[in-house]
Nanobody, 124 residues
Framework: QVQLVESGGGVVQAGDSLRLSCTTS????????MGWFRQVPGKEREFVAH????????YYQDSMKGRATISRPSSGNTVYLQMNNLTPNDTALYYC?????????????????WGQGTQVTVSS
């Protein structure tokens, strides 16, 4: 059973930065890509960023370009999401997802495994 564990969320002020981490229990040879999504109550889960596991190519939601960086070390099974200049609109539960096949990176349904989420709250 694949498990994903997110960490790094918290309560910050507008303009602050946070780095979220996601660690998977599975061997990453089966990983095609990993992504971050976020969700606020009453809304659908929203794509934030994605990284291709074999070549490191990244994708971002337009509103996060220039403020977020998704990365992973050259070895290991952790992916990071560095977010800068946070605003109250970034307040959400942030989820890490893993996929083992090709597909649209921004589609929630393309990810087979999910973590439990880490809460990010940005106060004004």
């Amino acid at each position: 059973q694949v498990q994903l564990v997110e960490s790094g969320g918290g309560v910050v002020q507008a303009g602050d930065s946070l780095r979220l981490s996601c660690t998977t229990s599975t061997h990453t040879s089966s990983t095609y890509g990993m992504g971050w999504f976020r969700q606020v109550p009453g809304k659908e889960r929203e794509f934030v960023a994605h990284i291709m596991w074999n070549n490191g190519i990244t994708y971002y939601q337009d509103s996060m370009k220039g403020r977020a960086t998704i990365s992973r070390p050259s070895s290991g099974n952790t992916v990071y999401l560095q977010m800068n200049n946070l605003t109250p609109n970034d307040t959400a539960l942030y989820y890490c997802g893993m996929r083992t096949r090709m597909g649209a990176v921004f589609e929630e349904s393309e990810y087979e495994y999910w973590g439990q989420g880490t809460q990010v709250t940005v106060s004004s």
